[in-house]
């Protein structure tokens, strides 16, 4: 019999009439008051039994100071939400009937804050069988690491294991419920979570930060997707292990999308008669982001590599954003360059504490600098004209979020463009805005509920958050200490439990000694626990004050151009043209612009009388040398990150030009040796290496202003040891070569492909249809075969310099240089004929077993036998000293003074096809030479000045100040350290943990201060 639904009793069934359809209608009306499930609900709502009940849809929300959008406020406002959306904002709204009422006086509403930039951090799982690896895998060498997938990984995938754009954080997102509530309590209700590893990393989904399943959760799929220069999750031996390395990827990677498409569509087109392509998911997809339906966020972890990424985003023709480093304040240029928004993480380095006093000046000015100068670097791009968002990103204890925020603001950035980088920025960002970021009619109820002055003020705490329209209440401090004291008590009673006791220690009406007086005591800790927070609130205040003032200054403060007159005249000096004229006593040297506009003797000037212009520089140059600026054609001086990419056999791909270093501390200390040009050279760890990149030391420039675009592109070769890897540790013999005659093999295997990959081309364009894969490795390389690109090979054995010479010229390709070429006076004539260069050392020898034939009389040697030869540094250090190396062919070898100067000259602008413009002091040439206090060949002479392109960028007389200036802003930035740690107890004046070394870490342009970089990292 059917029963009632409200009392499961039987329910009496009679047919209705006009009388009784009445009473049923009169008692149904009745049973809806008292049981209100009767009412039609929507599914979503009508939970079955055991659920907790979903609360009420509408609500008001009334009396609150309302931020609608940065700098939009409404006091004594009141917000209407219906369904998980703001229905009304406003003053004087009346509440409608159906809708909770809420009481927010004192309280401060904004729009629920967004975090465009957070890592969950991925769960463990159990890894799949591993599979059997192919040693031929990979980017196609043997015996390299296998590249297409990390061992235990199975399915298709891209070549190189780093390169996952297929993965999705819309897929794997689970957070736990401690992490969700850590960022409710900072106010947060939305979040773009992130892809944490690899290098194109997937792409990351919008998510609410509610308690619902994940389904549920997702406000969008898929948002960004990530790049990352990333070199912290590397593996050993597998590309790509270098910064060159990662940018070399992911530019192969995008071009192979590109054509992927291409290949795709031509498949579909004509499927007969060509063959099936390859289905690759990680291509598949960078699709979106190719074709800019989908925004690439660049994480690139250097201010430089802004501008790296800034310029692979414009050649790769995609949209795109810029996660900060947290270092823009060091090239603020290139930042405002990128005219792009940034992602600001604000995990500032915390100041230490150190063991002993003494301890402190083992720290350097650049740490200093680096803490000194975080907290304002959010103000930094916002003086750029640049958008910014902030993000939880990198703080190792998210608590710190706020406090953080507070300094940066304290630091310069304004309220409301910190309001903005938490709401309406990341909302648009993250192509939300239609639905977050501010309180609008509309637009999700998210929204953030603040306790007094606001979010900004570091007193007020975080009440609530709503997020769709449901309330989250955030815990007091009060709440938390007292779960905190509940988990001790309940400890505490486990102990006592434990612990055996007399009867009368365990009558509970027996009053214990020890309790008597205990209200006393008890008001005597209250009132020492008032006076300790207002002891600590005083503590603190003292502490952000001391922050507030920034110490450190620039990093490009003291550097750059020294002086720009419209010319420069010198007079009555010695001056060692390394051209036809060669060494003029008495003579002047007059520069207009740019350029030498003409080199005379006194005696020589009624026949001259040259024109000066006004506002002129003029010097008197009695007793002085002066030279053309040295050139040093092969060097690692200026390289950001590793020197070799190691772990292909051909890494061609790879550019220094992508790397180059405009920070390093190199470039002043070469300057002072009277340095202007410099090859910097992949090292030599492949037969086939980088490519090269040539600079002129200009001081303060950005990496691209140091380069010296009119040079010939250039590339690295090697034989020898470090090429079939010998002393490289036992594990190490499975890459192929292994012998000197493999290198050979491999040489020769290289080109027969690029001479292919040419011909692909060349047919493609004389018959049409898709177009070739581009070859980032094939095309360096068949630029050789096309004589565009020079080879700089690393040498020292004769066998090996005749067998390259000979192959080469089986494919018709002249040797630009042999690098050290040790053993080169062995084999002079057949380099003199083959037309190669040779740039050697003065006298390095017995380093290792391939160089025991080294000898001193070497670059002389082959320079009787018709070789041109320079003398090279390899090193930090020698770069420095270049004009004392050229005096070693005097010594040894017997050489005119003059030619041995050109070996720092003339001679290397000629080997790297530069010297039409440098090298020499000639009408029209750049104005690139250096001043000495004495002959540049003798041990006792100073560089005094050194100018590139007619500028000063180095002043031997202005270094004492420069140097006094740098050790007082260091003595000032140690006292305020020292000040703050007095203040915070010696706890490194920070609430995080003691064992973050945050501060300790170095920027990647200062990583190698202080180290002397050779061919092979590994070998110092």
């Known amino acids: 019999m059917p029963r009632c639904p409200l009392h499961n009793e039987p ?91 809420w009481d927010m006086k004192g309280l401060t509403i904004y729009a629920g804050f967004i ?94 930060l509610s308690d619902v ?43 192979d999308a590109q054509h992927y498409i291409l290949d795709q569509a031509d498949f579909h087109k004509r499927p007969f008669g060509r063959a099936r392509p390859e289905f690759n998911p990680g291509l598949e997809a960078l699709i979106p982001a190719t074709e800019k339906k989908m925004t690439v966020v660049f994480e690139p972890r ?8 800034t310029r692979m985003a414009h050649e790769l023709n995609l949209d795109y954003f810029m996660v900060s480093s947290g270092q823009e304040w060091r090239r603020p240029d290139l930042a405002k360059a990128a005219a792009v928004p940034f992602i600001v993480p604000l995990n500032f380095p915390v100041l230490p504490k150190m063991p002993q006093p003494d301890d402190w000046q083992q720290v350097t000015l650049d740490q200093l600098r680096a803490w000194d100068w975080a907290p304002e670097n959010p103000a930094v791009l916002r003086k750029q004209g640049l958008e910014i968002a902030v993000t939880t990103y990198g703080l190792t204890d998210k608590k710190d979020f706020r406090k953080n925020l507070r300094l940066a603001v304290d630091r310069g950035l304004a309220e409301n463009d910190a309001l903005a980088a938490l709401t309406t920025v990341p909302a648009r960002l993250c192509g939300a805005e239609n639905m977050l970021g501010t309180i609008e009619f509309g637009k999700q109820a998210n929204l953030t509920v603040v306790e007094g002055k606001g979010y900004f003020d570091p007193e007020a705490k975080v009440q609530s958050v709503w997020i769709d329209g449901r309330f989250y209440r955030i815990p007091s401090d009060e709440e938390k200490e007292s779960k905190e004291e509940k988990v001790a008590k309940v400890e505490e009673k486990k102990e006592a439990v434990a612990k055996p ?125 002066i030279t053309p600026g040295l050139i040093d054609c092969h060097s690692h001086s200026m390289i950001l990150g590793d020197v070799n990419e190691s772990t292909l056999t051909s890494t061609a791909m790879v550019r220094i030009g992508d790397v180059v270093n405009s920070e390093t501390p190199n470039i002043y200390d070469q300057l002072a040796g009277g340095l202007t040009v410099a090859n910097l050279l992949h090292g030599s760890a492949n037969p086939i290496g980088g490519q090269n990149c040539v600079v002129k030391l200009r001081d303060g420039e950005t990496p691209q202003g140091l380069k010296f675009i009119e040079a010939p592109q250039g590339i690295k070769f090697a034989l020898g040891e470090n090429v079939k890897q010998s002393n490289w540790g036992d594990k190490i013999v499975t890459r192929f070569p292994q012998t000197r005659m493999g290198v050979q093999t491999f040489f020769a295997n290289r080109f027969i492909a690029a ?37 700089h090979c690393h040498s020292y054995r004769q066998d090996e310099i005749l067998m390259l010479i000979r192959l080469m010229e089986q494919f018709n390709v002249k040797i630009g240089t042999f690098q050290h070429v040790l053993e080169g006076y062995k084999v002079a004539d057949e380099i003199a004929q083959h037309g190669a260069g040779g740039s050697t050392f003065a006298d390095w020898w017995a380093y290792k077993f391939e160089v025991y034939d080294a000898i001193p009389q070497n670059g002389s040697l082959m320079r009787d036998r018709g ?33 041995a100067l050109k070996f720092v000259t003339l001679n290397p602008a000629k080997q790297l096809h530069i010297d039409h413009r440098v090298g020499s002091l000639e009408p029209g040439k750049d104005a690139d030479f250096a001043i000495w206090s004495k002959s540049p060949l003798d041990f006792q002479t100073v560089c005094q000045q050194t100018w590139i392109d007619g500028k000063k960028y180095f002043d031997l007389s202005l270094a004492p100040a420069r140097t006094a200036a740098l050790a007082r802003e260091r003595d000032d930035l140690l006292a305020k350290a020292k000040k703050l740690n007095a203040l915070s107890n010696g706890d490194g004046g920070s609430d995080s943990s003691s064992d973050d070394n945050s501060f300790f870490n170095l920027s990647l342009e200062h990583q190698y201060d202080g180290h002397i970089r050779h061919c092979r990292d590994d070998e110092e």
Request: glycine share 8%; aromatic share 6%.
């Open 213 to 255: 399943e994940p389904n549920r959760a997702i406000i969008k799929p898929d948002v960004f997707q990530h790049i990352a220069f990333d070199l912290e999750n590397r593996k050993e031996d597998v590309y790509p292990e270098s910064l060159m390395g990662v940018v070399a990827v992911v530019r192969q990677s995008f071009f």
């Open 755 to 791: 001479r292919q990959y040419l011909k692909t081309w060349a047919d493609f364009k004389k018959s049409g249809g898709p177009p070739p894969r581009r070859d980032l490795e094939l095309e360096a390389i068949g630029e050789i075969l096309d004589g565009t690109r020079l080879i």
């Open 115 to 208: 975090d465009p930039y957070l890592t969950l951090g991925a769960k463990s799982k159990s890894a799949p069988a591993k599979k059997q690896l192919d040693l031929t895998a990979g980017v196609k060498f043997l015996g390299v690491n296998p590249q297409e997938r990390d061992a235990g990984t199975e399915g298709p995938g891209y070549e190189v294991a780093r390169i996952t754009p297929e993965r999705r954080a819309a897929q794997t997102f689970s957070p736990d419920a401690k992490s969700l509530a850590q960022l409710r309590e900072l106010g947060f209700t939305a979040a773009n979570v992130t892809p944490e590893k690899g290098i194109i990393r997937g792409t990351s989904a919008l998510v609410a």
């Open 867 to 899: 070789v041109l030869v320079s003398f090279n540094s390899d090193s930090d250090d020698l770069a420095r000293r270049l004009y004392l190396e050229a005096a070693k062919a005097v010594k040894y070898g017997g050489t005119p003074e003059e030619e």
């Open 501 to 625: 006791v007399t009867p009368e220690e365990g009558d509970p009406n027996r009053v214990k000694p020890e309790e008597k007086g205990k209200v006393t005591t008890t008001a005597k800790e209250e009132k020492s626990k008032e006076d300790k927070k207002q002891a600590e609130k005083e503590q603190k205040l003292a502490k952000m004050k001391v922050l507030q003032q920034r110490v450190a200054h620039s990093p490009l403060e003291g550097r750059g151009v020294l002086a720009s007159p419209p010319g420069v005249l010198i007079r009555n000096a010695t001056v060692w043209t390394c051209g036809p004229t060669g060494r003029l006593e008495n003579a002047n040297l007059l520069i207009i612009s740019n350029k030498i506009a003409a080199v005379w003797q006194e005696k020589d000037a009624s026949k001259t009388s040259p024109r000066i212009p006004a506002g002129s520089l003029e010097m008197d140059g009695t007793g002085l040398n």
């Open 302 to 309: 250097d201010a430089l590599l802004v501008d790296r990424a």
């Open 11 to 101: 329910e009496l069934i009679t047919k209705p009439t006009q009388f009784n359809r009445g009473f049923l209608l009169g008692i149904f009306a009745l049973l809806l008051l008292v049981c209100p499930c009767l009412l039609p609900a929507a599914p979503a709502e009508l939970l079955p039994s055991g659920f907790r009940p979903v609360p009420p849809g509408v609500h008001a929300l009334v009396g609150a100071t309302v931020v609608v959008k940065p700098g939009e406020v409404l006091d004594s406002a009141t917000i209407l939400i219906r369904d998980g959306y703001i229905e009304k904002v406003g003053k004087n709204l009346t509440p409608p009937p159906d809708a909770r009422v």
